[in-house]
């Protein structure tokens, strides 16, 4: 899947393969948005080829969240890949993220 990023639109993949658009309440997602679309503490798991940022449940692994199989095949590879993404994931837009999430990629 590739995501065009000049609809503007981000995505939550979830563990059954389903993909619903979402958008941020105003211009960006706020904290507690991200934390209600991957159902606990938002971790930043990488910045895809598309640009986009991928989000998912930093305690997902700890709490035994099923593996999201679509979102790990779609945008890792190597090491993060073989760890695998759990839990509901959410896929930013650049455009709907604080810029304190840019930085860290």
Same mark, same amino acid.
């Given at each position: 899947?590739?995501?065009?990023?000049?609809?503007?639109?981000?995505?939550?993949?979830?563990?059954?393969?389903?993909? $619903?658009?979402?958008?941020?309440?105003?211009?960006?997602?706020?904290?507690?948005?991200?934390?209600?679309?991957? #159902?606990?503490?938002? /971790?930043?798991?990488?910045?895809?080829?598309?640009?986009?940022?991928?989000?998912?449940?930093?305690?997902?692994?700890?709490? !035994?969240?099923?593996?999201? /199989?679509?979102?790990?095949?779609?945008?890792?590879?190597?090491?993060?890949?073989? /760890? !695998? &993404? &759990?839990?509901?994931?959410?896929?930013?837009?650049?455009?709907?993220?604080? #810029?304190?999430?840019? $930085?860290?990629?």
């Amino acid at each position: 899947m590739t995501v065009d990023r000049t609809d503007n639109l981000s995505f939550i993949i979830k563990t059954t393969g389903e993909i $619903v658009p979402a958008m941020p309440d105003d211009e960006e997602f706020s904290p507690s948005q991200l934390r209600d679309y991957v #159902a606990g503490p938002p /971790e930043l798991v990488c910045k895809t080829r598309d640009g986009f940022f991928l989000f998912h449940n930093k305690e997902g692994k700890a709490r !035994g969240l099923p593996a999201n /199989e679509l979102a790990t095949s779609m945008y890792l590879s190597g090491q993060q890949k073989a /760890e !695998g &993404v &759990v839990g509901r994931v959410l896929l930013a837009h650049p455009d709907h993220i604080p #810029a304190f999430w840019k $930085v860290v990629f």
